[in-house]
């Protein structure tokens, strides 16, 4: 399903793209890929996303493979979560 949604992405963009140029109303107007901004925020929202998916996939495994329950499951992320919280200012 990943490596066809590449080519089903492609494919809709060319779709709305088309659509643009006859004067419809495209669901993603392609202009917006165009610029930088946008591009960024989809690059970062897509590695939130990956990101997220790893601590789903790790804590499975550390609850299936390793058989640990929930709890300690979400006390083996602790230091991570710890480690990206930013320190507070107290100037």
Known sequence: ???????????????????AARGGQPLLDPELLRGRVFRTGLAVNAA????FAGVFVISLTVQTGF?????????????TVLLAVPPVDRR
């Open 67 to 79: 058989g640990y329950s929930p709890l300690h499951s979400g006390l083996v992320f602790t230091p």
């Open 1 to 19: 399903m990943l490596a066809a949604a590449v080519p089903a992405f492609l494919a809709a963009l060319r779709w709305e793209g088309r659509l």
């Open 48 to 51: 939130f996303m990956a990101f």
